[in-house]
């Protein structure tokens, strides 16, 4: 396998389906996920960051995502403090394009319900995000 060069191809294989994935999982979560939503793109690994809006907490998005069978981290499982963030991890390393979509349009939908949750609780300007604040100040 190795001497063959076959673990070379494999390498660039499996890389390429990953940046395949991982440019799926940032358009998804762009079309699914609430406004003011932010998604890094790693320079190393398959899992992209995702900043939510202010308001949502990142464990109890977790744990819906996980009640409808999706597994994602919350950013508190990276957090020093262990302080919930208004953030996930997600990885793509195990589900393929259409069920990623499919997923990540679950997480989308519980996100958006979080986040009318939290501008009903807070008000719209508490629950306002950077760019949203950006527009409103022009």
């Given at each position: 396998?190795?001497?063959?060069?076959?673990?070379?191809?494999?390498?660039?294989?499996?890389?390429?389906?990953?940046?395949?994935?991982?440019?799926?999982?940032?358009?998804?979560?762009?079309?699914?996920?609430?406004v003011?939503?932010?998604?890094?793109?790693?320079?190393?690994?398959?899992?992209?960051?995702?900043?939510?809006?202010?308001?949502?907490?990142?464990?109890?998005?977790?744990?819906?995502?996980?009640?409808?069978?999706?597994?994602?981290?919350?950013?508190?499982?990276?957090?020093?403090?262990?302080?919930?963030?208004?953030?996930?991890?997600?990885?793509?390393?195990?589900?393929?394009?259409?069920?990623?979509?499919?997923?990540?349009?679950?997480?989308?939908?519980?996100?958006?319900?979080?986040?009318?949750?939290?501008?009903?609780?807070?008000?719209?300007?508490?629950a306002?995000?950077?760019?949203?604040?950006?527009?409103?100040?022009?």
């Amino acid at each position: 396998f190795i001497s063959r060069g076959e673990y070379d191809r494999h390498l660039v294989r499996t890389r390429t389906r990953l940046r395949t994935r991982l440019a799926a999982a940032q358009r998804a979560v762009r079309e699914h996920f609430p406004v003011g939503t932010a998604c890094d793109r790693p320079s190393g690994g398959w899992a992209l960051w995702v900043r939510l809006p202010q308001g949502i907490s990142g464990r109890a998005l977790a744990a819906s995502a996980r009640d409808k069978g999706v597994l994602v981290s919350p950013g508190s499982d990276f957090s020093p403090d262990a302080s919930d963030l208004p953030a996930l991890r997600i990885s793509v390393a195990r589900e393929t394009g259409p069920d990623l979509e499919k997923a990540l349009a679950l997480v989308g939908a519980a996100a958006r319900s979080l986040h009318r949750l939290a501008v009903r609780r807070n008000g719209p300007g508490k629950a306002r995000t950077g760019r949203e604040e950006a527009l409103i100040q022009i």
